[in-house]
């Protein structure tokens, strides 16, 4: 069974930049593509990013993210630049195993989150 961890989350000031991690460990690992999404308390889950796994095709929700994968290391990062505190929130990373999942949005697996806190 294939899980997903994120770390790297932290404490930050505003105008700092922040590279997250989404690692898989415990099987074979071949998705489609994978996804970063953020919840902070109160709101709903919202995109950051995503990137289809072999191709590398990649969109973001905003400028200041750039999404990547190490497909060797079976690892997704996710760096953001310019951190503002509406920024705050715990980061998620998701898996879609085929393309029709994909690009329907389901995913079949999501890691824990790892929280991200922007100081002003």
């Known amino acids: 069974q294939v899980r997903l961890v994120e770390s790297g989350g932290a404490l930050v000031q505003a105008g700092d930049s922040l590279s997250l991690s989404c690692a898989a460990t415990g099987g074979t690992f071949n998705p489609y593509g994978m996804s970063w999404f953020r919840q902070a308390p109160g709101k709903e889950r919202e995109f950051v990013a995503t990137i289809t796994w072999i191709a590398g095709g990649a969109v973001v929700g905003d400028y200041r993210f750039f999404i990547s994968r190490d497909v060797a290391k079976n690892t997704l990062y996710l760096r953001i630049n310019n951190l503002q505190p509406e920024d705050t929130a715990t980061y998620y990373c998701?898996?879609?195993?085929?393309?029709?999942?994909?690009?329907?949005?389901?995913?079949?697996?999501w890691g824990q989150g790892t929280q991200v806190t922007v100081s002003a």
């Open positions: 998701a898996a879609a195993n085929s393309a029709d999942d994909y690009h329907g949005r389901r995913y079949d697996t």
